[in-house]
């Protein structure tokens, strides 16, 4: 192997506010052992500057590549996929440095400390570059294109009909037997018993009445919704509080009080709220305000400890409020109640103005929906983790809105935390377009920088296999760990947890980390 | 399993702070297990001495390795150079191993980096709870294989004390009452006869009262002759 390293500085990032100088950098990066060229770059995402590098890389004939475009998160990851190809350099012999966020932005008003703090950094990923070693990927072929939607709700229907689209074969399972209109095959009163597998080539076992069967599929999509049965608490035994949904409904049929709407986050308002998003406070406040459009006499008061509307429906907030919506914060210590003098009104301390308000009401709605108590089951089926609330947990930002940490598993809807009918088919959307270019390949690739277990250190003390959240790691024939690559995302806790240091990520070895952090901090440690 | 527990890093530097050449000594078994003093804790307790050497400005020189099993002397033997060559042992295995180097090798500093704590199991990753106190006359299929000696703070024989609520212990409300939960494990297998009959009180020379323990098995001793045979072939 060469080790010869590229060194790609965008000029127009790293150099923004003349707080780096750009040329003294190339210099050190030149001067670096390893270092084949050190070029800087006008625009390092535009096409022609691609180009430009490309050339560069292979007269040079370096094998890896450190570039240092602008903050990482603006830059699209595929852009980069670009360079590898085309420079024909192994994927993971490319990586990126962010000096803009982690240095230019931080230090602006110190340039000399952001010049020397950068010297540093740079020479350390150098340092790592130089150690990193080519990894392949494995593939397999998909044996189907069957995506599971879990659910015939407004988002598990909306998937159907988008995944179908794409060309999917679709197979909605729904607990109930309630009729449904969806493309692909529908099987009502079934549900999801195990899941075995992995994105591209699940195992599933369903249950149709006593009748138990398997189901391959590519993907699986969960959308398994809220709980729709009525609530218990004081506003419903003292106001007859019903849920949101029939006040929906309710006014589509024209149906509207005109002695005034309460709207309350919850029918057991002293009870602990673990977070905004377990309201539907879009319909909520959507609501609201149709109702002050179609009735302008009927008050409407929203009573809320926390609110939220998700995105767009922030907007909503001054609509509601320009149509006199009143919004009233109040304290669980001093909760919304029935007035004991006078059944037909609500009394209500608004925290913010410290105000006593007696709410006359004709109706009083609650915007909490119950997480659905099959999310249990479905968790431990599909093993993805769940929110404090009850809700199925979507994985963390970058991987998108729809995600779960568990690849090839995406969720949509109420499964979470309430959605609004329209946010749920957005999603169902989104979910179906999503597994639909997942399965459009017919490959799962897999490998690279993942977990590899040393079997003479292990000592077979199943920490990784408590640890790891993708349930890779098990115990094998010989006695000793091993991890099924198809299912690593090389996270990295097995191997930090590990008693006996018998796990090794590829590219994130003891050896190459702590050569790094060494040369970072100038020494041994 | 034996469950162990590292010492604050304090108390192991004032330790070792005046000798110079430090051996780190872990043990693959069940500290590695229960994540005391495993190759990664001995790694990792070497690291942090020498940041805070540098910190403190002191000098010394670490080594750090584990055995399969340091409680043996024939793990323990294949080190023997490098236990020769060092100041001090800082043993990160519980204290059985410790003393197995210290009998071995009595001329050297041998120091504890763990506190041994107890007989537990793994009730969840990451926490252990003791459940046996090796009090060498188990009794336990007369409690529904609930140790009450060490699961019970009294050690109780016949109980459970007045102090049992709701099936808490009066001694923490953290921890449960093992009698109460005795109560329950015969009440399901439909044995709460047995709660009947008072325990007389137990004899306790099996265990540590009647001094230190040794257990000889006879038939797996080796004879003088198969001994000397033993060393010839060495
Ligand atoms: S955590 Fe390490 S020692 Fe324990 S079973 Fe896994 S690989 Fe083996
Ligand atoms: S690296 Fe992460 S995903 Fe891979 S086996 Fe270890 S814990 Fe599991």
Redesign the pocket.
């Given at each position: 192997m060469k080790r010869r390293i590229q060194v790609v500085i965008c000029r127009v990032c790293s150099g923004a506010a003349n707080v780096l100088d750009v040329e003294k950098l190339l210099r050190v990066a030149n001067e670096a052992p390893y270092v084949g060229s050190a070029i800087a770059v006008n625009y390092a995402c535009n096409a022609k500057t691609i180009a430009q590098i490309v050339e560069e890389a292979k007269s040079r004939e370096v094998d890896r590549m450190l570039i240092i475009p602008c903050s990482k998160s603006d830059v699209s990851p595929a852009l980069f996929q670009a360079y590898k190809k085309k420079a024909k350099i192994n994927e993971f012999l490319m990586e990126t440095v962010d000096l803009v966020g982690e240095i230019v932005l931080p230090h602006r008003d110190n340039p000399a400390r952001a010049q020397a703090k950068a010297e540093s950094k740079l020479l350390a990923a150098i340092t790592r570059m130089a150690m990193l070693e080519p990894l392949q990927k494995s593939s397999e072929k998909m044996r189907t294109k069957n995506v599971v939607i879990i659910g015939a709700g407004v988002a598990g229907v909306e998937a159907a009909r988008q995944a179908t689209q794409a060309g999917m074969h679709t197979i909605l399972i729904e607990k109930s037997d309630k009729e449904v209109k969806a493309p692909g095959v529908v099987m009502p009163k079934t549900r999801l018993v195990s899941a075995k597998g992995h994105a591209g080539n699940f195992i599933l076992t369903i249950e149709a009445g006593e009748k138990r069967e398997t189901l391959e599929c590519a993907a699986v999509v969960i959308a398994s919704g809220g709980d729709w049965s009525d609530a218990k608490g004081p506003l419903v035994q003292a106001c007859g509080a019903k849920p949101l949904y029939r006040l929906v409904q309710e006014i589509g049929e024209g149906i509207i009080s005109r002695e005034g709407v309460v709207i309350v986050d919850t029918p057991d308002p002293k009870a602990d709220i673990t977070s905004a998003q377990d309201f539907a406070w879009e319909d909520a406040i959507q609501s609201a305000i149709e109702i002050r459009k179609k009735s302008p006499e009927t008050e409407v008061y929203l009573l809320f400890q926390e609110m939220r509307a998700l995105g767009l429906d922030e907007l909503s907030y001054r609509d509601a409020a320009d149509l006199g919506v009143r919004f009233v914060r109040y304290d669980k210590k001093r909760p919304p109640h029935a007035d004991p003098k006078d059944k037909s009104k609500i009394v209500v301390i608004d925290s913010v103005q410290g105000q006593t308000l007696s709410i006359p009401y004709g109706g009083v709605y609650y915007a909490s929906i119950a997480p659905n108590p099959d999310n249990v089951s479905i968790s431990e089926a599909l093993r993805i983790p769940m929110t404090e609330s009850g809700g199925l947990r979507r994985g963390s930002m970058q991987k998108g809105p729809i995600a779960t940490p568990r690849p090839g598993v995406l969720v949509c809807g109420s499964a979470q935390f309430p959605r609004s009918e329209n946010i749920s088919r957005l999603e169902g959307r989104a979910a179906g377009a999503l597994a639909a270019q997942l399965v459009s390949t017919g490959i799962v690739e897999f490998g690279g920088s993942v977990a590899e277990?040393t079997p003479d250190k292990?000592?077979?003390?199943?920490?990784?296999?408590r640890t790891c959240p993708f349930e890779a790691?098990f115990?094998g024939n010989a006695g000793?760990?091993e991890i099924q690559l198809q299912l690593c995302q090389g996270c990295g806790m097995?191997v930090g947890?590990?008693?006996?240091k018998?796990?090794e990520l590829h590219n994130y070895t003891d050896d190459q980390l702590s050569t790094e952090t060494a040369s970072y901090i100038g020494g041994d440690f | 399993m034996i469950v162990a527990e590292r010492k604050p890093l304090g108390e192991i530097v004032e330790m070792i702070a005046q000798l110079h050449k430090v051996t780190v000594i872990g043990c693959r078994s069940c500290v590695a297990i229960c994540l005391a003093g495993g190759e990664k804790e001995v790694k990792m307790l070497i690291s942090a001495l020498k940041l805070k050497n540098r910190k403190e400005g002191r000098k010394q020189e670490f080594d750090g390795f584990v055995l399969e099993r340091q409680c043996e002397k024939e793990w323990v033997k294949e080190v023997d150079d490098k236990i020769l060559a060092s100041d001090v042992i800082l043993s990160m295995s519980c204290s059985l191993g410790a003393q197995t180097i210290a009998d071995m090798y009595p001329e050297k500093v041998v120091v504890p980096g763990l506190n041994t704590a107890m007989f537990g199991v793994p009730e969840e990753q990451g926490m252990w709870s003791e459940k046996c106190l090796g009090c060498g006359d188990c009794i336990i299929h007369t409690t529904g294989g609930i140790c009450p000696i060490a699961r019970c703070a009294k050690s109780m024989l016949n109980g459970p004390c007045g102090g049992s609520s709701d099936g808490h212990c009066e001694v923490n409300l953290d921890i449960e009452c093992a009698w109460y939960a005795i109560h329950e494990r015969l009440k399901l297998q439909g044995r709460l006869d047995l709660l009947e009959a008072v325990r007389p009180p137990k004899d306790w020379t099996p265990s540590h009262s009647g001094g230190r323990r040794i257990i000889v098995r006879e038939d797996a001793k080796l004879t003088q002759h198969q001994k000397r045979g033993k060393e010839a072939v060495i």
């Open positions: 277990v292990c000592s077979a003390c199943l920490t990784c296999v790691p115990i000793k760990a097995c947890i590990c008693p006996s018998a796990i | -």
